[in-house]
């Protein structure tokens, strides 16, 4: 039964992992995943989430099953974190909420759900990150793309994405990434999120918000500013949320589904569907990342102390961004990169294009992926001058 079963290519972004560890380079370099390191290129686990564990650990807690929607605690800090304490949408309960495998299991419980019940197609900018085409297409989904990205400006398109959002059918799936885009680093500001925001309800679209990088842009309060002013605005939309950055829970997988719907008897039902949907793939999400996260937030001096390691995360990756773009135009051949300091989050997109990346992986060792995005976080003072030389050598060539 398996002879005519062929061998798919590894995943663009965690194959690259692959093909890093069987480099046998010391100077190689990995800016490719999107997961922090600190100064020295150590994964981080943040002292705020060793004392939540120790504080887990004291408690003794049972491993019992939880709901099938997830920790409750989790649910409502992770909603309180999303749309703000005291949203209305939370006192009117008119949103359907589930904790869930990462975003990547928010995204995929959200597409199976907005299948069920509805027929559009979905729609996603290009570029994105490559996995949502994975994750729609597996729903069963028609993927249809926007224009977001100018690679002339290095900047939002936002002429072309109001353009293409006339276009699309109404009750189509439009995927938005809430602040820090990825690949590109590059966001609509508030006030384009207006437009967009009319635009879309003009055209009876369904937003989707992707925000898997909350704290990692400008902070908490002002990357969620775009789903908020969608909230206010009364759309029924989805939230995939993700803590796997801004806790540095990565490999826990905890993330949150939020869907807003018009009243609470209403979101009562979706997260009935959503239930049906947890049941029939896993039953229920893991207890202790989600346990992790609501101690943290729950607790005043461990949410301080996750505050200040979130805004030292992003100062870093602020500073070696701009590190890096000083140093290609001042040290070598003024190479001009100065659009990066632009960019927003973990990645920049640097206008690498294929054949540039293949050649940094073959000839110097450093991994990005095709599209030529950098994981800003993985650089440091130690591999910035390697990399920047590489780079320069690679463009002059
Ligand atoms: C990334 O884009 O590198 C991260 O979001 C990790 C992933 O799941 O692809």
Redesign the pocket.
């Known amino acids: 039964m398996f002879n005519q079963i062929d061998l798919l290519p590894d995943?663009p972004?965690?194959g690259l992992n692959i093909l890093f560890s069987q480099d046998t380079r010391p100077e190689k370099v990995n800016l490719?995943?999107?997961?922090y390191k600190d100064e020295w290129g150590n994964p981080v686990v943040l002292s705020s989430v060793r004392k939540a564990e120790q504080l887990l650990l004291e408690q003794k807690l049972d491993k019992e099953y939880p709901p099938m929607e997830g920790v409750v605690d989790f649910i409502q800090t992770s909603l309180k974190l999303v749309f703000g304490s005291n949203h209305f949408l939370l006192k009117d309960k008119r949103i359907a909420a589930i904790q869930s495998v990462?975003?990547?299991g928010a995204l995929r419980i959200g597409a199976e759900f907005y299948k069920e019940i509805a027929s559009g197609p979905v729609f996603l900018s290009t570029p994105t990150?490559?996995?949502h085409l994975q994750i729609f297409r597996s729903a069963g989904m028609q993927v249809n793309f926007y224009p977001y990205y100018s690679e002339e400006t290095h900047g939002f398109d936002f002429d072309r994405m109001c353009a293409a959002i006339r276009t699309m059918p109404p009750k189509s799936l439009i995927i938005l990434h809430a602040c820090c885009h990825?690949?590109t680093g590059v966001d609509p500001t508030f006030e384009q999120w207006k437009i967009l925001s009319e635009l879309i309800k003009e055209h009876q679209l369904v937003p989707f918000f992707d925000f898997?990088y909350q704290g990692f842009g400008a902070n908490l309060e002002q990357d969620a500013q775009a789903i908020r002013l969608f909230a206010e605005e009364g759309h029924e939309m989805f939230v995939a949320s993700?803590y796997?950055?801004n806790f540095g829970l990565?490999g826990e997988r905890v993330g949150t589904l939020a869907i807003v719907t018009p009243d609470a008897s209403t979101a009562l039902k979706v997260k009935s569907h959503l239930k049906q949907r947890i049941r029939s793939s896993y039953s229920m999400p893991p207890l202790h990342g989600a346990r992790i996260v609501s101690t943290i937030v729950q607790s005043l001096s461990l949410q301080q102390e996750w505050l200040q390691e979130l805004e030292k995360m992003r100062s870093r990756i602020r500073n070696i961004r701009k590190a890096f773009v000083n140093r290609l135009s001042e040290a070598y051949c003024a190479l001009d990169f100065s659009f990066m300091n632009e960019q927003l989050g973990?990645?920049s997109f640097s206008g690498l294009d294929e054949k540039q990346v293949l050649a940094l992986r073959d000839q110097y060792g450093i991994y990005t992926?095709l599209n030529g995005?950098i994981?800003v976080a993985g650089l440091n003072s130690s591999n910035l001058d390697y990399v920047v030389q590489a780079v320069s050598q690679i463009v002059k060539s």
């Open positions: 995943d972004i965690f490719g995943i999107g997961a990462g975003g990547t990150w490559p996995n990825n690949p898997a993700s796997s950055k990565y973990m990645f992926p995005r994981n």
